[in-house]
């Protein structure tokens, strides 16, 4: 009775055992016992999603720098390249007005008034300080006794008076030979020669009387430059203005660039006065040499 109660209990446990065996047979193959994700996987592919996330948007970002810095490269490729057209621009409108300059003689009239203003002007400078040069050695030779010396003080005249006595000479003798007046030429150049003389007697004669040549030479260079430039400033003076009374003939009747009337004709009257009957006056003359001389 007992071995028959143990075998029936065997035959269920087998039963429920092929039982349970058929349920699980109906469901081990289904792809989602191993298609789902564990916890650890699920962290692991969230982990992963965030990288890939942050990947792009810097792939995004350095694609935007990119473009930004190649519109940038473009934009100042532009500006440089417009800076150039730009000085290509002016540089050839000067070059045209270089050459309207050059080819223009109103123009070539001005630029000759400028040159004779900076060379007269130069010149006047080295006179200058020649005669500051000569007078101060003047003094040094006529009286190195000192300040309490009254002829101390008196000697920087000297030497001034010979040196403006040259300049008025020499200068005015230009001005004059403007307006024809060459007599008394001769009187002129005695009276230049004499005062260069003199100024260069009174610079050297302390080395000269001790046969000191070399510094006689020495100091002698500063009266002789300014004798020099004397004579440069009436030869210059005197071809500077032919030259723009010449240039102003020339220019005379053609249109002003500004739009003003031409300049007025030469009068082919003279008159003469009391005093200078011994050449022309041409009352128009001043208009065209004195406004350049």
């Keep these: 009775m007992l071995d028959e109660q143990t075998s029936d209990d065997d035959v269920a446990r087998l039963a429920r055992r092929v039982e349970k065996a058929r349920g699980r047979l109906a469901y081990q193959f289904d792809p989602a016992l191993t298609g789902a994700l564990s916890e650890e996987e699920l962290v692991a592919e969230r982990e992963l999603a965030e990288r890939i996330r942050t990947q792009d948007r810097d792939q995004r970002w350095k694609q935007a720098e990119a473009a930004s810095a190649a519109s940038d490269r473009s934009r100042n490729t532009s500006e440089a390249i417009e800076k150039a057209e730009i000085r290509d621009l002016l540089l050839a409108r000067k070059a045209i007005a270089a050459q309207r300059r050059a080819s223009s003689p109103h123009a070539r009239l001005a630029s000759l008034y400028r040159h004779r203003s900076w060379s007269l002007g130069a010149l006047a400078g080295v006179v200058a300080a020649g005669m500051l040069w000569s007078a101060v050695n003047v003094q040094h030779n006529i009286a190195p006794g000192g300040p309490t010396d009254p002829l101390y003080w008196f000697s920087y005249l000297l030497e001034a008076m010979i040196s403006v006595s040259l300049i008025i000479i020499m200068i005015g003798t230009n001005k004059v030979t403007e307006w024809g007046v060459l007599d008394n030429r001769n009187q002129v150049a005695a009276a230049e020669v004499a005062l260069l003389a003199l100024t260069v007697g009174l610079n050297t004669y302390p080395y000269v009387s001790e046969g000191r040549w070399f510094d006689a030479a020495v100091h002698g260079v500063a009266p002789v430059m300014i004798g020099v430039a004397l004579l440069i400033h009436d030869a210059a003076s005197a071809r500077?203005?032919?030259?723009?009374?010449?240039?102003?003939?020339?220019?005379?009747?053609?249109?002003?660039?500004?739009?003003?009337?031409?300049?007025?004709?030469?009068?082919?009257?003279?008159?003469?006065?009391?005093?200078?009957?011994?050449?022309?006056?041409?009352?128009h003359a001043p208009l065209v040499q004195g406004a350049h001389s």
């Design 240 to 283: 500077y203005g032919r030259a723009i009374s010449y240039a102003t003939d020339q220019v005379r009747n053609l249109p002003d660039p500004a739009g003003h009337d031409p300049l007025p004709e030469r009068s082919s009257e003279n008159t003469r006065s009391g005093a200078d009957a011994g050449f022309p006056m041409d009352l």
